[in-house]
């Protein structure tokens, strides 16, 4: 497996329920980030977890990372159509690393049914 | 502020002709990043440019493709005698000065190429 890659690859929801998905990376990480992509289009920043940090939230999204197991997840609660979309995880290279260089999963494919 | 700027959103070439995308970072960001996305697939990062510099062309493709960020204007990124493999979305992202530990980047709507 290659480093950031998520888990479900696939996930359908119906609206108000909510979704999990999962990212487990290989090696050490600065920061770990959440985005999303909405089909054929760029990517929107949603939220970055520090190494140091365990929890965080924005919205109706909470995000926690486990550098002990290097796996993170993200919890979209009370989820809407529009949240539809493709959620990528994002690592960087940690220590003795290159922090600016992201590596990306092959994303999971978020579908919220109305 | 407006965010990551690239043009053109749709690029269509032959095989053997030249693609050129452009990337304005958001204002105040000195950092710009290119990286690819395959049909079904994460991004890849391929070079990572600071004013006139290239930090970082890990990523890219040896032969065919260059990158620059000149002093004025946008990031260029270039690719010479493309061939249908070069069909993808490239991305620029930019981060503003000083993000060395806390790289969070802004990313652009894509160039979507189509190599016919």
């Known amino acids: 497996s290659q480093q950031g890659e998520e888990d479900p690859q696939a996930l359908s929801i119906q609206e108000g329920e909510n979704a999990t998905m999962n990212c487990s990376y290989k090696t050490s990480i600065n920061n770990l980030q959440w985005y999303r992509q909405n089909s054929g289009r760029g990517l929107v920043h949603l939220i970055l977890?520090?190494?140091?940090?365990r929890e965080k939230h924005s919205g109706r999204l909470r995000v926690t990372l486990d550098t002990s197991k290097k796996s993170s997840s993200l919890l979209i609660t009370a989820s809407r159509a529009a949240d539809t979309a493709s959620y990528f995880c994002a690592t960087d290279g940690g220590s003795g690393g290159s922090n600016y260089k992201l590596t990306f999963g092959k994303g999971t494919l978020l579908t919220v049914n109305p | 502020n407006a965010g990551v700027m690239q043009n053109p959103r749709h690029l269509v070439r032959r095989r053997g002709q030249e693609a050129r995308l452009r990337c304005s970072p958001m204002k105040g960001h000195s950092h710009v990043y290119w990286y690819r996305q395959l049909p079904e697939e994460g991004l890849k990062f391929m070079v990572y440019l600071q004013k006139e510099n290239i930090i970082d062309e890990s990523g890219m493709p040896k032969e065919r493709f260059s990158a620059e960020f000149p002093k004025e204007g946008p990031s260029i990124l270039r690719i010479q005698q493309v061939v249908r493999g070069d069909s993808a979305a490239y991305f620029c992202?930019?981060?503003?000065?000083?993000?060395?530990?806390?790289?969070?980047?802004?990313f652009g709507p894509g160039t979507r190429l189509t190599v016919l």
């Open positions: 977890i520090r190494s140091n940090e």
């Open positions: 992202a930019s981060s503003p000065p000083g993000a060395r530990v806390y790289n969070e980047q802004f």
